[in-house]
């Protein structure tokens, strides 16, 4: 069975520190996909990062950065230089890489974070 | 404008009644999956298709039910097994290619 893990249910920060949101997962397979969405006061959620279990390199995109480390099973998101509309819940995701389309996703609880001006 | 429409946003549910969610794309996405989120919670898959006419629970399934008759649509029924459906409903869809893409979500309450 896969899980995800994300330790940290509430960050809040000041303005312009940088964040780090924590994302650990489990799965058996060898081939997978991880995720990372953002969820707004809205409600939808608006997708971040896809990356694939092969690739473990760094990303870097604007203020946001990942870090991908296989070997502690674990999938990072740092905000540089937070800003107030950074502010939402952050869900990390896990999902089996398989050949046909789509494939069930398992989110983390995710992480409320607040940046205050 | 091409996207996942949810419709209604906000829904209210007499006790013993069933009620169903609509989710409608036009992304041409093979797969569809519903989501339920309750306060301060995570996203948790009651169910999801892969294909026409076919579907697997997730794992908060039982209340629910679900039909795939059309590639675009893919309904939610919250029937009155469910004993605490007050959420968040959230519908995505994906190809193999793709990430999961979702709606704008379907509030519902009891009342």
């Known amino acids: 069975a896969q899980k995800v893990t994300q330790a940290q249910t509430e960050i809040s920060v000041v303005e312009k520190e940088d964040v780090t949101l924590d994302c650990v997962y489990e799965?058996?397979?060898?081939?997978?996909?991880l995720f990372w969405y953002k969820q707004p006061p809205s409600g939808e959620l608006v997708f971040l990062i896809r990356?694939?279990?092969?690739?473990?390199q760094n990303e870097i995109s604007g203020r946001y950065s990942w870090n991908f480390q296989k070997s502690t099973s674990s999938f990072n998101f740092t905000i540089t230089a937070s800003q107030v509309v950074d502010s939402a819940v952050y869900f990390c995701?896990?999902?089996?890489?398989?050949?046909?389309?789509?494939?069930?996703?398992?989110f983390g609880e995710g992480t409320q974070l607040t940046v205050n001006p | 404008d091409g996207g996942i429409t949810q419709s209604p946003k906000y829904l209210f549910r007499k006790e013993g009644q069933n009620v169903t969610l609509s989710c409608e794309q036009n992304l041409n996405h093979d797969a569809m999956y519903w989501y339920r989120q309750d306060p301060g919670q995570g996203l948790r898959l009651i169910y999801y298709?892969?294909?026409?006419?076919?579907?697997q629970k997730g794992d908060i399934a039982e209340g629910y039910s679900v039909s795939r008759e059309k590639k675009e649509s893919f309904p939610l029924t919250v029937t009155s097994a469910q004993k605490n459906p007050t959420a968040f409903y959230l519908c995505a869809t994906a190809s193999r290619y793709t990430e999961a893409f979702f709606g704008q979500g379907t509030r519902l309450t009891v009342v």
């Open positions: 298709s892969q294909i026409v006419n076919d579907f």
């Open positions: 990356r694939n279990s092969f690739d473990e």
């Open positions: 799965t058996r397979d060898t081939t997978y996909y």
């Open positions: 995701a896990l999902s089996e890489a398989r050949e046909t389309s789509g494939s069930r996703l398992t």
